[in-house]
């Protein structure tokens, strides 16, 4: 199984990223969970959520990121995000750097 991240869009209130992306399914996969973990200005704002499981035949995952630390705290939609994702079973998910999609309601 592989994945990405395809789009990050941003909350009203700049609380919460919905985080998404495609599934490519390989023979043999059963199933997958996804951590996201979110972070902007060099780690100062994170967040992390996890998916529930996603079967065959799913063709994305879906989760919403919110703000962790600071506590209270809001993600900066002029800034771009760095998102690492891990998969359960493990299976290779580069790091990307993506922008927020600003204005839409997550």
């Keep these: 199984m592989k994945t990405q991240f395809d789009r990050l869009v941003l909350s009203a209130d700049h609380?919460?990223?919905t985080a998404?992306?495609?599934i490519?399914?390989?023979p043999g996969d059963q199933?997958?969970?996804c951590t996201i973990r979110l972070s902007q200005n060099?780690?100062?704002i994170t967040g992390s959520a996890t998916t529930p499981n996603y079967n065959p035949g799913d063709p994305s995952w879906e989760s919403d990121v919110q703000v962790s630390a600071p506590h209270n705290g809001q993600w900066d939609p002029s800034q771009n995000v760095l998102?690492?994702?891990e998969t359960?079973?493990?299976s290779s998910w580069p790091d990307q750097t993506l922008p927020l999609?600003?204005?839409a309601t997550a």
Aim: include cysteine; charge should be positive; aromatic fraction near 4%.
């Design 15 to 17: 609380k919460t990223i």
């Design 83 to 85: 998102c690492h994702g």
């Design 24 to 26: 490519t399914w390989l």
């Design 31 to 33: 199933h997958c969970r």
């Design 88 to 90: 359960d079973p493990p």
């Design 42 to 44: 060099g780690g100062a």
């Design 20 to 22: 998404s992306g495609a």
């Design 101 to 103: 999609q600003v204005g």
